[in-house]
């Protein structure tokens, strides 16, 4: 029974699985955007959010070097470990938290299993701050229109086509040709 068990096992071990959470978290930091599973996805943001809020708190050099330990015990690479120092922790320091974001891809065709993509949400383009200084800058029109004003828009340049029509009828003569 897994009463009051918060955590997915992923059907793994407690060293398979922190093997796993570890190989996805570098590739994570390294490649700004991964696809897996979706179960392995949502295990991944629990245990790759701490670590980045980690990076930012650097009162002091102690705290720094002490905090580079404590992602390195969790990540065992020293490439991704400086990538998050140096890299994303400038990008995230502004942000509160909820520094990932999973989006669905839909089902695998091999095994039908759900996927889904988790990436670091400050390094997206397009729905970062692009979009948003875009919408800064054109203002969205707001029209507000009955729904029978437009109807009888509509009926009104029907009936005028049509009496254009019955006006334009030509005349004919009409003698029948044997």
Do not use: W
């Amino acid at each position: 029974m897994r009463h009051g068990n918060k955590n997915n096992n992923l059907s793994r071990t407690a060293s398979h699985r922190r093997a796993l959470l570890m190989n996805l978290g570098c590739q994570l930091i390294t490649f700004k955007r991964i696809t897996t599973t979706l179960a392995k996805a949502k295990a991944l943001r629990s245990y790759i959010e701490p670590l980045i809020t980690k990076t930012k708190a650097t009162e002091s050099t102690e705290s720094i070097m002490h905090n580079h330990r404590i992602v390195f015990s969790y990540l065992h690479d020293k490439a991704a470990v400086k990538e998050l120092f140096t890299v994303v922790a400038p990008k995230v320091a502004s942000r509160p938290g909820g520094y990932t974001r999973i989006i669905k891809l839909g089902a695998r065709t091999g095994d039908n299993a759900e996927l889904a993509m988790i990436e670091l949400v400050d390094f997206n383009e397009i729905y970062g701050k692009g979009i948003s200084k875009v919408a800064a800058e054109e203002p969205a029109k707001k029209t507000r229109r009955s729904g029978g004003a437009k109807k009888k828009a509509d009926t009104s340049a029907v009936e005028e086509a049509v009496e254009v029509k019955a006006d334009e009828t030509p005349a004919t003569d009409a003698t029948p040709e044997a």
